[in-house]
C-alpha cells in the first residue's frame, strides 16, 4: 500500500480496510515529509507505545487499537499527539517498524 502526499491531503483518512500480510506488505510514507518547518524531507518514525512516548510528535506513526480489536494507524506532521492522517485496517493487527517505509 502506498500512501503519498497527493492521496492522503494530510488531513484525513488516507486509505480504508487495507489487509496487510505481515512480513509481505509495507506500508510507504516514504513519499510525505514528515516536517515541513526543516529544508528537506523528513523521514517519519513508528512508535511501538504511544501511551508512554513522552517526546515531539512531530513526524511520528503509531497504532491504536479499538475495543473490537481493529487497528487504526495514525500520523502526526505537528507537535501534538493528534493525528492529521489515520489509515484504518480491515482486521485485527499489531504492526512494527518492519510493516513500514518510513
Partial sequence: MVCSAETAGITAVCCDSHDVDSGQDEIDLSAIDANRAPEGDQAF????????????????????TAANCIATLNVSIDGDNAAEMQIYMSHPYQFTAGDFIL
Fill in 45 to 64: 518514525v513508528f512508535i511501538a507505545d504511544p501511551a508512554h512516548y513522552t517526546g515531539d510528535w512531530t513526524g511520528v506513526v503509531w497504532q491504536t
